[in-house]
């Protein structure tokens, strides 16, 4: 295929591709058992699947096969937001699902994970070994008393163990909660004294960037911390022996004993996810088991057209999202492939190494990977064998138009890429991936099934082709069920629901196109709306990071007290650049060239580095809020930032702005 123009798509499925993508045979039962639409291809069943959405969900339940042990009375009993209330009087269990291939004589001794670790070996965990781990976990779980409700922890890398401990907790009908062991002790108590723990998963330290990080002291601060604990449970990932009090995981997990699934309501709490909490604690945001089974077996049977033939590789760590979606692809058989190590070890290219080695057919990596292998000038498809991979989809902030373009140049031709977005606060997707659908450069695809995202205007009128607030004015399945200490309910309301009642306002500037994709411009909250001209921080920076001296940027508008308006770009230059009058002016032609005069910043300031979130994106609004003059410990939370020390050149700069 020859590169896209301006208006033609840059990726077509072929009719062979469509026709045997699991949301087309979807579509034609439904369309047999439910009346759903059997022409019109995707957008018709996607208006269907907003128009009719009790059957919408009631036909994928039953496509997928989920086992009520109890029936539900109704799909919604309460369609309110915040509040719906789904399948009302049925009982699951979402570990007993994720867990049913194993069942299959002829899977069980085939991978459910493979896990890599930084030296590239490869280590496969059968389905009937996986599902005997758990059964043995859950009974120890048991043993200790854990029972509904309780909350289990895990301060874990990305490895085996997690998933057999969060399945166990699932199980037993625990809620599960899990941080990376980069995380801080002073950011993973901000979030796990929050949900008062009964058992913790911990190894004694990680591998990362070819050294290791020893974690025993942080370990003992937790447990010092964490006084609602009963149980710690130690996996010598370096290999020390359990500390004086710790139980040792492989005594946990050696008995061979059939799992014993809780039935729980379908409401009941899976898991406990949090905010990136750049202000104030995090938020403690609980999806329930059976919301959460429904939404993930949509996203990833249908969206992302996985199954058992399937290899799922998306880099993560336990402290994001998307370990936890990854985790899911248990749900359609998948063969679920676990890396933990640097993104960027030995080399830029090593997420393409695993994927060749992995056989992964959908691979899953953040944006930002993907522009830096660009700028590194790496070339995937002719260094490696990536003839499995059918689906790169990225995340965590928007692709850019040059990240579609490298993805189809430099990976391959026929190459479905899948932009996704979504967010923590539903952990899934609100747009991204279709399979049947075109890929157009800098867009994602359509909005995704059973889902009513719209583009708002401040009164709440819809947009087409213009940018408005992301909202969404349906109930999802894996909304939250209520944030953690939460009592009334106002943390939640006022988070998504304070602008339009009733309405889900994520907070993304949006632009649904005349052909039904959808363009994301970065967070409303941090948008840049100069002379009514509104545009997101991520069109900025796809314009200036091509330029090959800045590394990466920041940029801030504030609305200042005498009306007027302060737009300031920071930049991190790449190592031997200086931030001179000719690159001064050539980050301004770029932006004045390929966006708009208007946005064009008052100053360009080099910097040290980017702040980020712990979970990598860049802290636009706590920047914004020092700027403004807000003191640093009321403007970010400490243990939500990656460097702090970074935060104090912005609160310097308007201290010096002020005088």
């Known amino acids: 295929m020859t590169a896209a123009t301006p208006d033609a798509p840059l990726w077509q499925p072929s009719p062979e591709r469509i026709e045997a993508a699991a949301v087309t045979r979807f579509q034609s039962w439904a369309a047999s058992r439910f009346g759903a639409p059997a022409e019109g291809g995707y957008a018709a069943l996607h208006r269907w699947s907003v128009d009719e959405l009790d059957t919408f969900w009631q036909a994928v339940a039953e496509w997928f096969d989920i086992r009520f042990s109890t029936p539900y009375e109704s799909v919604l009993g309460d369609r309110t937001m915040p509040g719906a209330a789904w399948f009302p009087g049925a009982t699951l269990n979402y570990a007993e699902h994720a867990l049913r291939t194993a069942e299959d004589p002829a899977r069980a001794d085939t991978p459910a994970l493979l896990y890599v670790d930084e030296t590239h070996t490869q280590v496969p965990i059968s389905w009937a070994d996986l599902r005997r781990q758990v059964g043995a976990l859950a009974a120890e779980l048991r043993a200790l008393g854990v029972t509904p409700g309780d909350r289990v922890s895990g301060y874990l890398p990305n490895i085996p163990q997690a998933v057999v401990a969060f399945l166990a907790t699932a199980a037993v009908g ?371 990071e091509r330029l090959p001296e800045i590394r990466e940027s920041l940029v801030i508008g504030i609305e200042e007290p005498d009306g007027g308006y302060w737009m300031p770009l920071f930049v991190h230059l790449t190592e031997g650049a200086t931030l001179d009058d000719d690159l001064r002016g050539a980050i301004k032609a770029t932006i004045r060239e390929n966006l708009s005069p208007r946005h064009v910043p008052d100053e360009i300031i080099e910097v040290p580095a980017i702040p980020h979130t712990l979970t990598g994106k860049r802290i636009e609004v706590p920047v914004k809020r020092l700027l403004q003059g807000t003191e640093l410990a009321k403007a970010v939370n400490p243990g939500s930032v990656d460097n702090l020390d970074l935060l104090h050149f912005y609160a310097e700069l308007a201290a010096n702005r002020r005088r």
């Open 174 to 544: 625990g809620v599960w909660t899990s941080c990376a062991p980069d995380f801080g002790a002073r950011s993973v108590l901000d979030r796990f004294q929050q949900i008062e723990p009964v058992v913790l998963f911990t190894v004694d330290g990680y591998r990362y960037g070819g050294k290791e990080h020893d974690r025993t002291e942080t370990v003992a601060e937790l447990r010092r911390e964490l006084p609602t604990l009963r149980a710690v449970v130690h996996i010598p990932l370096l290999g020390t022996d359990a500390p004086e009090g710790a139980l040792a995981w492989a005594a946990l997990t050696s008995a061979d004993t059939e799992p014993v699934f809780e039935q729980v309501p379908f409401g009941h709490p899976l898991w406990v996810l949090y905010s990136s909490g750049t202000t104030g604690l995090p938020k403690a945001i609980v999806q329930s088991q059976g919301g959460i089974l429904l939404e993930h077996f949509k996203q990833l049977g249908l969206h992302c057209d996985l199954g058992p033939e399937d290899r799922f590789f998306w880099y993560t760590s336990t402290g994001w999202m998307m370990w936890n979606f990854l985790v899911s692809g248990l749900l359609t058989g998948t063969t679920v492939v676990l890396y933990d190590g640097s993104p960027g070890y030995p080399d830029v290219s090593a997420q393409w190494r695993i994927a060749e080695q992995t056989g992964a057919t959908l691979y899953g990596t953040s944006a930002a990977y993907v522009m830096a292998c660009r700028k590194a000038g790496i070339h995937p498809g002719r260094d490696f064998d990536l003839s499995r991979v059918q689906c790169v989809a990225t995340t965590g902030s928007p692709l850019p138009p040059d990240g579609f373009r490298w993805l189809h140049d430099e990976v391959a031709e026929d190459l479905w890429i899948a932009s996704v977005s979504g967010g923590t606060d539903v952990c899934s997707c609100f747009a991204g991936a279709v399979p049947t659908l075109p890929v157009h450069i800098g867009e994602l695809q359509a909005p995704c099934l059973g889902t009513d995202l719209q583009s708002w205007d401040p009164s709440g009128k819809p947009l087409t082709g213009e940018v408005g607030e992301l909202v969404v004015t349906n109930p999802l399945p894996s909304m939250p069920i209520r944030f953690w200490n939460d009592p009334d309910g106002s943390r939640y309301h006022d988070s998504y629901f304070d602008m339009y009642p009733g309405v889900w306002r994520h907070g993304d500037w949006v632009t649904i196109t005349d052909h039904g994709s959808v363009i994301i411009h970065g967070r409303s909250d941090s948008t840049l709306n100069r002379q009514g001209v509104r545009m997101g921080s991520a069109d900025i920076y796809e314009a200036v």
